[in-house]
Nanobody, 127 residues
Framework: QVQLVESGGGLVQTGGSLRLSCAAS????????MGWFRQAPGKEREFVAA????????YYADSVKGQFTISRDNAKGTVYLQMNSLKPEDTAVYYC????????????????????WGQGTQVTVSS
């Protein structure tokens, strides 16, 4: 059972930045595809970004391309989401997710692709 713990959320003004972290308990972290999703009040959970197990490829929702950056440190068992130029519409609970995969070039962009989820961290962007 993989445990994921997010941190780094908070309250920030429009235009500000935050860096989210997600630490995994799994020793074989490098075998896992990692993703970030978010869920705003009254909305479904949506894909934000994903990174292959090797870290060589990244994928983003159109709404955050050029604004957010996903990265990972396999030695530390941690995935990050750097969020810049934040806007009020980025306000949501952000979740990291993990899925074990033997394929180093694969990611998943839907919630169904991930077996393990963190508890979420709140990001609030004030106008």
């Amino acid at each position: 059972q993989v445990q994921l713990v997010e941190s780094g959320g908070g309250l920030v003004q429009t235009g500000g930045s935050l860096r989210l972290s997600c630490a995994a308990s799994e020793r074989t972290f490098s075998n896992y595809i990692m993703g970030w999703f978010r869920q705003a009040p009254g909305k479904e959970r949506e894909f934000v970004a994903a990174i292959t197990s090797s870290g060589r490829r990244t994928y983003y929702a159109d709404s955050v391309k050029g604004q957010f950056t996903i990265s990972r440190d396999n030695a530390k068992g941690t995935v990050y989401l750097q969020m810049n130029s934040l806007k009020p519409e980025d306000t949501a609970v952000y979740y990291c997710a993990a899925q074990q995969s033997q394929y180093t070039t694969t990611v998943f962009t839907t919630t169904h692709g991930y077996a393990y989820w963190g508890q979420g961290t709140q990001v609030t962007v004030s106008s």
